[in-house]
């Protein structure tokens, strides 16, 4: 099944994404990036607890992560737009490659662990530009858009996927073969990621206007976010992801909690993390009208088996209820191919970015307030809350919900293929 034959009217197949030119490679590499991501995190997060056997030390290892990933993507963008995705990419991966390089001269030379927080800040940081770079390049390898909705459902099964490998991957070579060929495994993910990219990847000159010198680049970041803020539609999709993120949050970060010493932790963060790929497969066989059409009904739905848990059923009862919320955030897949699509070509750089720094900061903020409402409650009545704050939160959103705005948002983004995507 060719791009141009793989339209309207049919579903493509996963087989069918991977045999579009050049995009298997590239995927592979996506996931060798994630992978070493993982690695560094869990590496160094490892050290820390070796040198000063303080949990709040290690989770702090892992929290640091998050503000530069925020900062990184809310700033990089401009650079996504001004320079060809392709170079970015690549230079991305080196210096993260680099960043690994300084971590392992730090773990032998002994040096302090804020030294090394600061360099993982510095490596987390980088991969803003990547993570916008490599949106950017699958928007333009997929002539068909449907193929590329396809695509985007296989990514965000796979990015579970490499989550669990990553972190798995991460701790086992701490385990096998020590931290500092750990951290040179880890180097080689991001040197082979950017050896692909170079070898695979053509370079696509940029287009539209830019700002000159530092003030034009704070110009260019300043305008894509008011040019977010005021769009019909793309304004409303990063709203609703921000609001769902209370309810896909809570069960992650209160699983523990909730199965206390029973030994079901694992299980119940794995949950709704299963869920979530059954609900990505069965949303895939629709067609992307169909999966359009769901975002704003699973939305609403997703935070409802979560409203159990104020009742303290079983274990098992709750394992359930979370793995249901996990199928029903499979909006999402067809949320972030719209937003992608609807966005203007010249713009994606820096819109992408500033979606991701959003989604990013509401992410840890649903974290904060799921701990805060399990301490001051009970574990359980913190899910229920947060998921009954997240179907309030939604509810408003769906009421005033642009319906014919982002019907023929979708209709455009889908029907006319991008006389780009031979150039990527």
């Given at each position: 099944?060719?791009?141009?034959?793989?339209?309207?009217?049919?579903?493509?197949?996963?087989a069918?994404?991977?045999?579009?030119?050049?995009?298997l490679?590239?995927?592979?590499?996506?996931?060798?990036?994630?992978?070493?991501?993982?690695?560094?995190?869990?590496?160094i997060?490892?050290?820390?607890?070796?040198r000063?056997?303080?949990?709040?030390?290690t989770?702090?290892?892992?929290?640091?992560s998050?503000?530069?990933?925020f900062f990184?993507?809310?700033?990089?963008?401009?650079?996504?737009?001004?320079?060809?995705?392709?170079?970015?990419l690549?230079?991305?991966?080196?210096?993260?490659?680099?960043?690994?390089?300084?971590?392992?001269?730090?773990?032998?030379?002994?040096?302090?662990v804020?030294?090394?927080?600061?360099v993982?800040?510095v490596?987390?940081l980088?991969g803003?530009a990547s993570?916008?770079?490599?949106?950017?390049?699958?928007?333009?390898l997929?002539?068909?858009?449907?193929?590329?909705?396809?695509?985007?459902?296989?990514?965000?099964?796979?990015?579970?996927?490499?989550?669990?490998?990553?972190?798995?991957?991460?701790?086992?070579?701490?385990a096998?073969?020590?931290?500092?060929?750990?951290?040179?495994i880890d180097l080689?993910?991001?040197?082979?990621?950017a050896?692909?990219?170079?070898f695979?990847?053509?370079?696509?000159?940029?287009?539209?206007?830019?700002?000159?010198?530092v003030?034009?680049?704070?110009?260019?970041?300043?305008?894509?976010?008011?040019?977010?803020?005021?769009h019909?539609?793309?304004?409303?999709?990063?709203?609703?992801?921000?609001?769902?993120?209370?309810?896909?949050?809570?069960?992650?970060?209160?699983?523990i909690?909730?199965?206390?010493?029973?030994?079901?932790?694992g299980?119940?963060?794995?949950?709704?993390?299963?869920?979530?790929?059954?609900?990505?497969?069965?949303?895939?066989?629709?067609?992307v009208?169909s999966?359009?059409?769901?975002?704003?009904p699973?939305?609403?739905?997703?935070?409802?088996?979560?409203?159990?848990?104020?009742?303290?059923?079983?274990?098992?009862?709750?394992?359930a209820?979370?793995?249901?919320?996990?199928?029903?955030q499979?909006?999402m897949?067809?949320?972030?191919?719209?937003?992608?699509?609807?966005?203007?070509?010249?713009?994606?750089?820096?819109i992408?970015?500033?979606?991701?720094?959003?989604?990013?900061?509401?992410?840890g903020?649903?974290?904060?307030?799921?701990?805060w409402?399990g301490?001051?409650t009970?574990?359980?009545?913190g899910?229920?809350?947060c998921?009954?704050?997240?179907?309030?939160?939604?509810?408003?959103?769906?009421?005033?919900?642009?319906?014919?705005?982002?019907r023929?948002a979708?209709d455009?983004a889908?029907?006319?293929?991008?006389?780009?995507?031979?150039?990527?």
């Amino acid at each position: 099944m060719s791009q141009t034959q793989a339209s309207a009217g049919s579903v493509p197949t996963y087989a069918a994404v991977l045999r579009v030119p050049r995009y298997l490679p590239i995927f592979l590499a996506g996931a060798l990036s994630m992978w070493g991501d993982y690695i560094a995190r869990v590496t160094i997060a490892a050290v820390v607890y070796a040198r000063t056997n303080s949990p709040l030390a290690t989770a702090t290892t892992l929290a640091v992560s998050l503000v530069p990933t925020f900062f990184g993507r809310s700033l990089v963008g401009p650079v996504v737009d001004r320079f060809p995705y392709k170079w970015v990419l690549i230079w991305s991966h080196l210096l993260r490659a680099t960043c690994v390089l300084g971590l392992m001269w730090l773990v032998l030379s002994g040096s302090s662990v804020y030294v090394m927080f600061a360099v993982l800040c510095v490596l987390e940081l980088i991969g803003g530009a990547s993570s916008a770079s490599n949106m950017v390049l699958l928007t333009d390898l997929f002539e068909d858009r449907h193929l590329y909705a396809r695509a985007v459902g296989l990514g965000a099964m796979s990015e579970q996927f490499n989550q669990a490998i990553g972190l798995a991957v991460g701790g086992g070579l701490v385990a096998l073969v020590g931290y500092e060929t750990g951290l040179l495994i880890d180097l080689l993910t991001f040197v082979g990621a950017a050896l692909v990219i170079l070898f695979v990847v053509q370079a696509r000159p940029v287009t539209g206007r830019r700002g000159r010198g530092v003030r034009g680049f704070v110009g260019d970041l300043s305008t894509a976010a008011k040019d977010l803020a005021r769009h019909p539609v793309l304004a409303r999709l990063v709203l609703l992801s921000a609001f769902a993120s209370l309810g896909i949050a809570a069960p992650e970060a209160l699983a523990i909690p909730i199965a206390g010493t029973r030994g079901w932790g694992g299980a119940l963060m794995a949950a709704p993390i299963v869920g979530a790929v059954v609900g990505i497969v069965l949303i895939g066989r629709r067609d992307v009208q169909s999966q359009n059409r769901s975002i704003v009904p699973l939305a609403l739905a997703m935070p409802l088996p979560l409203l159990v848990t104020a009742l303290h059923p079983p274990i098992l009862v709750v394992a359930a209820c979370f793995f249901a919320s996990g199928m029903l955030q499979a909006f999402m897949v067809p949320l972030q191919a719209t937003f992608a699509l609807v966005t203007e070509p010249e713009l994606r750089g820096r819109i992408f970015s500033l979606a991701g720094a959003v989604s990013i900061a509401a992410a840890g903020i649903s974290f904060l307030v799921a701990g805060w409402l399990g301490a001051h409650t009970s574990p359980y009545a913190g899910v229920a809350w947060c998921a009954l704050a997240c179907l309030g939160l939604v509810a408003v959103l769906a009421v005033t919900w642009p319906h014919r705005r982002v019907r023929s948002a979708v209709d455009r983004a889908y029907a006319t293929p991008s006389t780009t995507s031979h150039a990527a």
